[in-house]
């Protein structure tokens, strides 16, 4: 398991491939986007097949990432979408994008936009004004 803990410029990450959990949540605008994310990429690339030992394992496996995502800058975007890349390049798992966001927001609605055109991973945009400040 992998974990990270929120602060005003970075978000809360959890990854937990045994129970096919990985979360983002927050807002990303970290000082030095590549290396608050690089650990993240790392374990993702040292532990996925993690997901082999999970309870829930399908005859079709797939994960969904789940990000819940406030304000983000454009850096750390880019971070995020290399996130999507390497999930991607696993092809013997099935990868699902859900990307919250505000709806009251015009930027979170245009960011929503943006990734859903950037991510080469199915991504579906929900509208959520309750988990997304």
Request: charged residues 20%; glycine residues 4%; without cysteine.
């Amino acid at each position: 398991m992998h974990s990270q803990r929120a602060t005003a410029n970075t978000p809360q990450i959890i990854i937990d491939f045994p129970q096919l959990l990985f979360e983002i949540s927050g807002n990303s605008a970290a000082d030095d986007p590549a290396a608050f994310y690089q650990p993240v990429l790392d374990y993702i690339y040292n532990n996925f097949y993690e997901i082999s030992n999970s309870s829930y394992q399908r005859s079709s496996p797939q994960i969904t990432l789940h990000f819940y995502m406030g304000m983000i800058a454009s850096t750390d975007l880019e971070m995020i979408r290399k996130i999507d890349e390497l999930f991607n390049g696993i092809k013997e798992f099935t990868t699902y994008n859900y990307w919250y966001f505000h709806p009251g927001i015009k930027e979170s609605i245009e960011q929503g936009e943006r990734v859903k055109s950037l991510f080469l991973n199915s991504t579906r945009l929900i509208s959520d004004s309750v988990h997304i400040k």
